[in-house]
């Protein structure tokens, strides 16, 4: 069973930056593919970003330039480095792992961005 754990989140102010951390086990952390998704208050959750194995990474395109997905592998976690947040980055956060085809999520965290 993967386990996922987030941390990282908090209370900013817009323009600010936080780095949001998800410590995995109970897989091969380094052929999992890893994902940062958002899910703002009333809305659908998206994917924000993405690394895969070989840490070729993707962004929704209201990121780009402004959030960082990493990966340790020695460490099992995976990083969502955020800057230049906006009122608009307000949502809960969470990481998903795909191991062996199957998907886990952690809880969540909280990202509040005040304007």
């Known amino acids: 069973q993967v386990h996922l754990v987030e941390s990282g989140g908090g209370l900013v102010q817009a323009g600010g930056s936080l780095r949001l951390s998800c410590a995995s086990s109970?897989?091969?952390?380094?052929?999992?593919?890893l994902e940062w998704y958002r899910q703002p208050p009333g809305k659908q959750r998206e994917l924000v970003a993405g690394i895969s194995s070989s840490e070729f990474t993707n962004y929704v395109d209201s990121v780009k330039g402004r959030f960082t997905i990493s990966r340790d592998n020695a460490k099992n976690t995976v990083y969502l480095h955020m800057n230049s947040l906006k009122s608009e980055d307000t949502a809960v956060y969470s990481c998903?792992?795909?191991?062996?085809?199957?998907?886990?999520w952690g809880q969540g965290t909280q990202v509040t961005v005040s304007s």
């Open positions: 109970g897989s091969i952390f380094r052929n999992d593919r």
């Open positions: 998903s792992s795909i191991s062996f085809g199957l998907r886990y």
